[in-house]
């Protein structure tokens, strides 16, 4: 096996690890603040004599988190109803659930679609070397620090549980349910709770604890990150040339630009404007969302819809960012989707139409950055029926949090574990808990969530100069967001 595929197999020891930690800090950029080290081939009994060892470590572990966070949203953006794939770059198989197994999941790669086992797992690995390994023997270790690497690895073990029915999280160990990697990130994040970071701890138990259907820590949790900071954002950066945003790649700066939005949320894309955007994955909005969960499941209407105003007005206040897109938004035929602002959308066939979902491309646009939605929040707070404000609800958590990778958990969709792992371990075998996707029977086969009509309004094809819209109206073939209502989809 390759001595850099590390996940939950043992393929590197404990030497081989620290040089990567090493080799990951001396690559990555600035803001990383990479450890200075001579020798990248660094032994543990090197690191036990180093004055501040644990403090040494900590900058590659901050890398695999960027890594992490980046792989996650292309993969899951696409695999939910967000995005649909145009083009070569990316995995069309990514479209079509159903269609998911461990094969599609063995990239090791960090940058594209379907390396998020093996990244996450790397986080996980790296975290518990410098948690279980090298803080014991370092009595320069402070608390921040090792709230710190607690913190990167309750978050690796929340994204696996979001992410995988079950992963294995030790050399050749059974996959652990999701269940218990919940359990495992809040005992992590707890002790996170503890140190500098104690906002996104705070909201990482929250989400957490909402996916246990735990309301009332939940409901703690997300009530004291807001107590805390009141319009909370907390992003990871990335660098403009060694260490880049990818989903700003698939979105913008390819020439294919194989990521297309679902035209009813057109308005949001491109999120990402330049290769060293910060990802959100900690924000004020989310606590709101998860306040008003609570209390709609629990019968609380009023309560929930005034948690629900609560972000849209959040995420309102945001703001936009003026920026030059020359997308031509193309399907993968070349004939041309939504781009003109004088199209109207309408989520299904028994929805009304709703104008200003399509903005005018290629032209200088208004981006959101970090959250935007559709939503009015007066039409919202007057809202009598349950069913709409459950709707209200599930669509808010798809715009506010879109391009953030929450979306597929959203669905209940869950991916596989990749195959190399399937084939090394030997207590895995295919068919075994975690070993193939699950895909809730309320999903629509194929890629039907990504498909609309009709397909192009557009008479000529991206390449003719004189494209004429022939019509105005575009209907999407499924609302999701309506069979999430329908079918009372939540964990609480």
């Known amino acids: 096996m390759s001595g850099i595929d590390f996940k939950a197999r043992p393929w590197i020891g404990k030497t081989a690890m620290v040089s990567l930690f090493m080799l990951v800090g001396l690559s990555s950029c600035d803001f990383l603040d990479p450890t200075r080290v001579e020798n990248p081939r660094t032994t543990v009994e090197d690191l036990a004599q180093a004055e501040e060892p644990t403090k040494s470590l900590l900058p590659g572990l901050r890398v695999k988190f960027a890594q992490t966070i980046r792989s996650i949203v292309v993969t899951a953006e696409n695999v939910s109803d967000n995005y649909s794939i145009h083009g070569t770059g990316l995995r069309k198989t990514l479209d079509d659930p ?41 009595q320069n270790s402070t608390t921040d620090q090792v709230a710190e690497a607690s ?4 978050m690796a073990y929340l994204i696996m549980a979001e992410t995988f029915t079950a992963v294995p999280v030790e050399p050749d160990g059974l996959p652990l349910p999701a269940s218990e990697l919940l359990t495992r990130a809040i005992t992590d994040l707890t002790t996170a709770n503890a140190g500098a970071l104690a906002v996104q701890s705070r909201a990482a138990l929250a989400r957490a604890y909402r996916w246990q259907g735990d309301s009332g820590q939940a409901e703690s949790f997300a009530s004291s990150a807001l107590a805390q900071d ?32 679902l035209p009813r949320l057109d308005f949001l894309d491109p999120k990402y404007l330049d290769r060293e955007a910060g990802i959100a994955f900690a924000k004020a909005e989310e606590m709101h969302l998860i306040l008003a969960e ?4 629990a019968g609380a209407m009023a309560a929930g819809r005034a948690h629900l105003v609560d972000a849209i007005n959040m995420a309102i206040s945001r703001g936009t960012v003026a920026f030059q897109d020359d997308d031509p938004r193309s399907n993968e035929d070349l004939s041309i989707r939504p781009r003109d602002a004088s199209i109207v959308i309408r989520a299904d066939a028994n929805s009304p139409f709703i104008a200003g979902l399509v903005l005018d491309r290629p032209a200088s646009i208004q981006a959101p950055t970090v959250s935007a939605t559709s939503l009015d929040p007066a039409v919202v707070a007057g809202l009598t029926d349950m069913d709409d404000v459950w709707h209200a609800f599930h669509l808010a958590r798809q715009e506010i949090l879109f391009l953030e990778g929450r979306r597929m958990a959203d669905l209940g969709i869950k991916l596989p574990i ?58 999407m073939n499924v609302d999701m967001n309506r069979v999430l209502t329908v079918n009372r989809v939540t964990p609480f």
């Open 98 to 138: 159903s269609s998911l197994t461990p094969s599609n999941m063995n990239s090791t790669s960090s940058f594209g679609g379907g390396g998020i086992y093996n990244t996450v797992q790397s986080l996980r690995a790296l975290s518990d070397f410098v948690i279980d390994v090298i803080v014991p023997e370092d």
């Open 151 to 154: 913190y990167y690895r309750g």
């Open 230 to 261: 009141a319009d909370f954002v907390i992003q990871q950066e990335y660098d403009a040339t060694s260490f880049s945003n990818s989903p700003y790649s698939y979105l913008v700066s390819r020439a294919l630009q194989e990521m297309q939005p």
């Open 294 to 297: 609570i209390d709609l499941a």
């Open 418 to 475: 990749m195959l190399r792992e399937i084939d090394a371990n030997p207590n895995i075998n295919p068919g075994d808990l975690g070993t193939t996707v699950f895909v809730p029977s309320y999903i629509p086969v194929a890629d039907e969530m990504d498909l609309f009509t009709p397909k192009t309004l557009y008479d000529g094809g991206l390449l003719d100069p004189e494209q004429i819209l022939t019509g105005t109206e575009v209907t």
